[in-house]
Structures are given as structure tokens and as C-alpha cells.
């Protein structure tokens, strides 16, 4: 419990690390952080996806692995410019 919680401290303070980025050089610490954490999701997700098409269906795993890249690639583009708009909103209302 005590390491999911540092995790999701550490995972906070990197998002917010890279709006106040005033070079290029700080940067570097927090996308680093943020790509191992993608890639910590997404090599774990592929897995359970291939274990939860062999217990229920039939044993085909390119749609599902499909599926499951098209979800991780969505929540991108979502959650990017859905954060833009948050960000955006939120900058308008304190000035």
C-alpha cells in the first residue's frame, strides 16, 4: 500500500514538473519518469489481455491485442488534450 502511494506521489510530481519547465534541459527527468511509467502500464496490460482471451474465448490474441493498443493509444489523445483544456481554462480564470 506504502509503495503504490509513493508511486502515485512520484507520478504526480513529474506531471507537474514539465509545465514549469523554463529549459529545454528540465525536461529530460520528468518524460523519462513518464515513459518508464507508460511502459511499466503498457507491458503489463498486454499480458492480462492475452490471459483474459485464453480463459474466455477463443485463442486469437491479434484483435484483442488490437483493441488493447488502440485503448492505450486513445487515452493519449484524450488525456492530452483534455489536460490542454483544463490547463487553458484554468490559467483564463486566474488572470
Sequence with gaps: ML?????QHTFCM????IPMA????????PNAGLGF??????SSMMPELGYLVDIRHTAVYGSV???????FCL???VGESES???????VVSIC
Excluded at 513529474?14 to 514538473?17: V, Y
Excluded at 511509467?37 to 503498457?42: F, K, L, P, T, Y
Excluded at 490542454?84 to 484554468?90: E, I, K, L, Q, V
Aim: proline share 0%; net charge neutral; aromatic share 8%.
Design 75 to 77: 487515452g493519449f489523445a
Design 14 to 17: 513529474l506531471c507537474c514538473q
Design 3 to 7: 509503495c503504490g502511494h509513493i508511486r
Design 37 to 42: 511509467a507508460i511502459g511499466m502500464v503498457d
Design 65 to 71: 491485442y488490437a483493441i488493447g493498443d488502440v485503448a
Design 22 to 29: 523554463h529549459n529545454m534541459n528540465h525536461l529530460i527527468v
Design 84 to 90: 490542454t483544456f483544463a490547463r487553458c481554462s484554468t
